[in-house]
């Protein structure tokens, strides 16, 4: 027992209180064996030599510990950056609409992965990206920071979603051309692009392969806004002979959008049933975009046990009732946050 002391104390404690511990754990075999009067005896000498000895051990895995956990708070520090950096969260009013984002990584201890979201107003309007990258790894985090950087320029440069859209394939095929056989680069991508008009009531989606948003109005009611046609993915271009199409739905006062990657709706429980977002939400009302993203997040969490699979995006946008500046033309133009 006293030579285990030392030892259980190393990945807890500071230095000073494994060599206090150590200390004591000494002392108080000396003492037992003074007072047995065996001190001189084999069996108590090497009693005490394996207590200092474990102890110095133990101070030792100290160290070792602390200079892991000082690494582990660095490269945390440095994850943390780096999402800041990438995707970084837009105020929670933007424009008179009210947004709150979400990420969830699977992977224990990650920040970022192969999903993305921004948002940014733009002279055509509020315009949006919701996407998730074919694979993991710094690859998809690669696929990320190219996507983001693309759309911003393109976004307050391009009149329609349309050729916001060819801008990123060009990017992708770009990327990937330089890339080749050097590192890894995902240039797949599934997303939903979106545009809220200033001083319009509608919605503009173009949508990539992604699944679709959906439309929560003020008293409960839900729809998903399914494209009206299939679409490649991003970095698929070259593949499809088909033009893209926009569509367009209503947005009301009150009503808000939800955009998500497939990391929601294919969350599993312990018997595989994926995790069905429109039959959970239907009929229910949220006060603000954060509560629906906090009820959703705690929701998948309990439904996989914590265990998800894969990455999950969330982008909620919210028109006030009041509708705040956007419904009159009051949005603002040339801010750009993500």
Do not use: C, W
């Amino acid at each position: 027992m006293f030579t285990a002391a030392p030892l259980l104390t190393a990945p807890v404690y500071t230095a000073r209180g494994v060599a206090l511990t150590g200390a004591f754990a000494t002392l108080a075999v000396f003492l037992l064996r003074v007072q047995d009067s065996d001190l001189d005896e084999v069996e108590g000498t090497t009693e005490a030599i394996t207590v200092v000895t474990v102890s110095l051990l133990a101070l030792l895995m100290n160290r070792v510990v602390r200079r892991s956990g000082d690494q582990l708070a660095s490269a945390r520090e440095i994850a943390e950056a780096a999402q800041r950096a990438v995707l970084p969260e837009p105020p929670d009013r933007f424009a008179g609409l009210q947004i709150a984002v979400r990420y969830e990584a699977a992977q224990a201890g990650a920040f970022i992965g192969g999903d993305l979201y921004t948002v940014q107003d733009t002279p055509y309007g509020i315009r949006m990206i919701v996407g998730d990258v074919r694979g993991k790894g710094m690859g998809a985090v690669s696929t990320v920071a190219v996507l983001i950087g693309t759309f911003r320029e393109a976004a307050e440069q391009e009149v329609t979603l349309e050729a916001v859209a060819r801008r990123l394939d060009h990017a992708l095929a770009r990327e990937a051309g330089l890339r080749r056989g050097t590192e890894d680069f995902e240039a797949f991508t599934t997303a939903v692009l979106a545009e809220v008009v200033h001083g319009g009531r509608t919605v503009r989606l173009l949508n990539r392969g992604h699944p679709g948003p959906l439309l929560l109005d003020a008293e409960g009611g839900l729809r998903v806004l399914s494209a009206s046609r299939a679409a490649l993915p991003l970095g698929l271009a070259e593949l499809s002979t088909e033009p893209d199409r926009t569509d367009e739905a209503e947005f009301p006062l009150g009503a808000t959008l939800l955009f998500h990657t497939d990391g929601l709706s294919e969350a599993r429980d312990a018997q595989g049933v994926f995790y069905d977002p429109v039959a959970r939400l239907r009929g229910r009302v949220f006060p603000a975009p954060s509560a629906l993203l906090t009820l959703l997040v705690e929701e998948v969490r309990a439904y996989t046990g914590g265990g998800a699979r894969d990455d999950m995006a969330l982008l909620a946008v919210r028109r006030p009732a009041a509708d705040n500046g956007v419904a009159d033309g009051q949005g603002g133009t040339g801010a750009s946050e993500g």
